[in-house]
Nanobody, 121 residues
Framework: QVQLVESGGGLVQPGESLRLSCAASGGDFTLNVAAWSRQAPGRQLELVAVVTGGGSTTYADSVKGRFTISREYAKNTVDLQMNSLKPEDTAVYYC???????????????WGQGTHVTVSS
């Protein structure tokens, strides 16, 4: 079983930065697509940023130019650098990864437990 542990959330003021980290563990596997999503109170889950196995990235329009997703292959970690934070970025942020192991025909998706980000003055 693959486990994801997220860290880095907290309370910041508008304009400040936070870095979220997601570490995957649980045996031998290969990370394919990894992503960060968020869910604000009373709203649906929103896909924020995606990084493919090859390192290509895509972002939601709402965070483009402010957020950067990155991955470290050797450590199986996926980070989200969030700059110029706004109150509307307040949400629970979730990491997800698509994992494939030897013998699997298709990747399986795993989710982290979520980390709270609050942007408020």
């Amino acid at each position: 079983q693959v486990q994801l542990v997220e860290s880095g959330g907290g309370l910041v003021q508008p304009g400040e930065s936070l870095r979220l980290s997601c570490a995957a563990s649980g045996g031998d596997f290969t990370l394919n697509v990894a992503a960060w999503s968020r869910q604000a109170p009373g709203r649906q889950l929103e896909l924020v940023a995606v990084v493919t196995g090859g390192g290509s990235t895509t972002y939601a329009d709402s965070v483009k130019g402010r957020f950067t997703i990155s991955r470290e292959y050797a450590k199986n970690t996926v980070d989200l650098q969030m700059n110029s934070l706004k109150p509307e970025d307040t949400a629970v942020y979730y990491c997800s990864v698509d994992v494939i192991r030897a013998g699997w025909s298709t990747p399986r998706r795993y989710w982290g437990q979520g980390t709270h980000v609050t942007v408020s003055s």
